[in-house]
């Protein structure tokens, strides 16, 4: 039952490209010393190590060179890899970063605006990231809708928003780059905004969800018990944490 | 039109085989023709609890080999003459079984029979998804207990989406919720789940409350399906379920503990 990426593909018997998005974590940095990184990303880790385990990454530099903090890239990326996450691209980085990862075999992210950036290397970053900028803009107003229970071991992706008008069950997944709206119990997973959305929320009428994430920010349950179940309730993101609310 | 039913958990050793017995016994004694097919290559079962397991010459791998004709592999019940019985292989594994093999016997069968049930094995592999994968109907057979919950969700989304109604975009397949093992006095003093904690789960249509019940155990190992039983709560359990299956209308029993007062005051069993 999973709503998942369509194929744009020009047939071809070996090989087929095709549209797909997924959500990745972007992990920012706002330090250039790397012994703190070490430190902070195995205490994130530590939080959810099945979440965690092999994840892909895409480094965010930005911050730390707004703040003009001098860091080598390479050593970053060794850093990162400690905590068993890949790093499978780079933004926001100087000229000096970008060409590191693109010799590291790194792709740089061009999807925020970045001047800096070479040609060639929005060539090689468009391998990854330009179908799936083009499936959002695509299907911009998709909302997908769900009338039955979604069962454990089902994932259902929405382009849009995504409303659901029954139970989802315990080990389930349902994944939106809009707003998530479930009407029954929500016992399994939810994650609004997973293209980085950060306006995205959820709203539930009964919050026993396992995982709750709004563009990449996330809590499991463990973090929301207290939260009141069976009472309608909104998440939203407030300055990067997740913030979970009856609604009156 | 052969109606084609899956018993169906997910989980093991919660009913699959006693449920399948019982109900393909129940349909062929309300005087419809029926076959039980035993879908659990290499652990075969089903024809000890129907009590045939001394007359199976071939078994269903032997039919899709091409190695038997469907007409020598079928046992007809002892009880019952409207009651097939097409076994397992005892030998064989699970990877033994084809979807084209398996859509040709229920093809075949479908001409014949106007019940087809399929005892499918426990998990979610081959022999558990070419069970449900013709289904027309499932009867998720579920123990009040937060494993077999869990696992009867899981095999719910299966059937949603992995079946051939769901690939070819047809009607879904419809499912039946069939709590079996359920003791009211172990649900009051908290040890079991309730009936409303499995459907708050599930959120199922029920079909019918199976009590633990020892004559379960007795009638599978004398080769009777429960449901022969009429004294047994078990045994009317599963009459009630065929009833209400074919569209009689009867209230549900075995839920609260009331009934066990009674059972232990004129001391039935």
Known sequence: ?248 | MARIIVVTSGKGGVGKTTTSAAISMGLAKKGHKTVVIDFDVGLRNLDLIMGCERRVVYDIINVINGEASLNQALIRDKNCNLLSILPASQTRNKDALTQEGVGKILEELAKDFKYIVCDSPAGIEQGAHLAMYFADDAFVVTNPEVSSVRDSDRMLGLLSSKSRRAERGEEPIKEYLLLSRYSPERVKSGEMLSLDDVQEILSLHLLGVIPESKSVLTSSNSGMPVILDEKSDAGQAYADIVARYLGENKPHRFIDDKSGFFRKLFGGK
Do not use: W
Not at chain 1, 176 to 191: D, F, M, P, Q, T
Not at chain 1, 208 to 222: H, M, V
């Open chain 1, 1 to 248: 039952m999973t709503i998942n990426a369509q194929s744009k593909s020009h047939s071809s018997p070996a090989v087929e490209f095709k549209s797909s998005t997924f959500s990745v974590p972007v992990l920012s940095l706002a330090s250039n010393d790397l012994v703190l990184i070490e430190q902070s990303l195995s205490e994130k880790v530590k939080l959810a190590p099945e979440f965690f385990k092999h994840s892909p990454v895409i480094i965010d530099l930005s911050e730390v060179n707004k703040k003009q903090l001098v860091i080598d890239f390479g050593n970053l990326v060794t850093s990162v890899r400690k905590a068993d996450l890949f790093v499978i691209g780079v933004r926001g980085g100087t000229e000096q970063q970008h060409q590191d990862a693109i010799d590291l075999g790194i792709p740089v992210n061009t999807s925020q605006s970045n001047v800096e950036a070479k040609p060639e290397n929005t060539k090689n970053s468009k391998s990854i990231k330009a179908p799936a900028d083009d499936e959002v803009s695509e299907n911009e107003s998709t909302t997908v809708m769900i009338t039955k229970p979604i069962r454990s071991g089902q994932r259902v992706y929405s382009h849009g928003d995504l409303i659901v008008l029954a139970q989802v069950g315990a080990g389930a997944e349902i994944l939106a780059e809009g707003n998530i709206h479930v009407y029954g119990s929500l016992r399994g997973r939810a994650l609004a905004g997973v293209q980085g959305n950060t306006e995205a929320r959820i709203f539930c009428s009964d919050l026993q969800a396992e995982l709750i994430s709004i563009a990449g920010n996330y809590k499991i349950s463990d973090d929301i018990q207290g939260a009141i179940s069976n009472t309608p309730i909104q998440i939203y993101l407030q300055k990067n944490t997740l913030v979970i609310k009856p609604i009156v």
